[in-house]
Structure formats: C-alpha cells, structure tokens
C-alpha cells in the first residue's frame, strides 16, 4: 500500500529523517531506541492514525519505504499478537497508551516455545527486539481500556514466524495488512 497523503506529525521528524536516510541497509537498532527514548510524540500527536478493529489489532500506516515501515497499532481490550519473531526485520516501538503486557518465549530442549518471562509496559516504555527474538505482545487490560503502540520495523514487516505453545507446528506468517489512513 501506499504511504499516506498527509504528512505525517512534525514531532516524529528525527525519527523520519534517520529513517529516510537509510540506504541498502536496514536501521541499527540501538539507534531506534534512542529515537524513540528521546521522542516527545502522544497520543494527540498520532490521533488521526487511530483506528480500531473487532476482530484483531489494527496496523495504521504513517510513512514507509523500502527500508522501514511506521505504524500506530491500536489493539482493544484483549487483542494479542500470535507468537512471532520478526524474520529479517528489527523492531522497535513505544507504548503512546495504555499497558502493553509483552511475553518473551525461548526454545525447549524439544523444540516447542516456552514462556519465560511477562512484562507490563506502561506508557512511554520502549520495547526493542531483534529478528530471531520470539515474543507475543497483548492488550490484557479491563474492557474499553485501548492499547496504542509505535511501531517501527527496518526493513519492512512483510513476513515472520509464528509459533504455538501447544506444539512444535508454527510457521510464517503474512504480517496483517495495514491500512492507509484516510487513503
């Protein structure tokens, strides 16, 4: 899909211009943090991304190109994330609402994925994760209480493995489409 026609907020300039200067390479992601650590977006900022689903999370296009993807991700009360890693991408975002409850898994000596640790993150916490990193993120507060999350994958999400604590089986996944908003 296409970027969005509207500009994206002035406040996500420094993330944009490091974003938009990278080149044959995806972005280091100790810089992305930093990006987000010292970034001063809200809510408000981002209210025009701000669309919501019933059946799953909703992934809200802000700007992209060929080495990155930024999304406002909207997930109501009990949305979650299948367990994933993220492939050939990193990943980095910032909790703009809500509690964002992530779980991170590691391998069995069988192979299946195992839990091994949940954290509450609250808003303006920064969650950074490599390719090979396995989490699942979710919305686990009251009902009517949102999740909003920027994100920012280098390079573009496009696909990712997927995994089940029921079994060995898993697999890749297409990343759920996002949406150009007011496209």
Same mark, same amino acid.
């Given at each position: @899909?296409?970027?969005?026609?509207? !500009? ?22 100790? @810089? ?8 001063? /977006? ?13 059946? &799953? ?5 802000? *700007?992209? =190109? ?7 991700? &909207? ?9 994933h890693?993220?492939? *050939?991408?990193? &990943? ?7 509690v964002?409850?992530?779980? /991170?898994?590691?391998? =069995?000596p ?10 509450d ?11 090979s990193? !396995?989490?699942? /993120?979710s ?20 696909? @990712? ?13 297409? *990343?759920?489409e996002?949406?150009?908003?007011? *496209?």
């Amino acid at each position: @899909m296409p970027a969005p026609d509207r !500009t994206p907020p002035a406040v996500l300039a420094p993330i944009l211009d490091y974003l938009h200067g990278l080149q044959h390479e995806r972005a280091d992601l100790a @810089m992305l943090e930093r990006l987000l650590v010292e970034s001063k /977006v809200t809510l408000a900022d981002v209210r025009d991304y701000l669309v919501y689903q019933d059946d &799953c999370y909703c992934r809200n296009l802000v *700007a992209e =190109s060929p080495w990155f993807n930024l999304l406002v991700l &909207c997930w109501k009360s009990g949305q979650r994330s299948p367990i994933h890693d993220h492939a *050939a991408s990193v &990943c980095a975002f910032k909790v703009l609402t809500g509690v964002c409850s992530e779980t /991170v898994y590691a391998f =069995s000596p069988c192979g299946q994925v195992v839990p091994v640790q949940t954290r509450d993150r609250p808003a303006g916490e920064i969650v950074a994760s490599h390719d090979s990193e !396995t989490h699942q /993120v979710s919305n686990l507060q009251p009902e009517g209480q949102c999740l909003v999350t920027l994100h920012i994958y280098s390079p573009p999400l496009k696909t @990712m493995k997927v995994f089940s604590i029921t079994g060995k089986t898993g697999g890749e996944w297409l *990343a759920p489409e996002h949406r150009t908003v007011g *496209a």
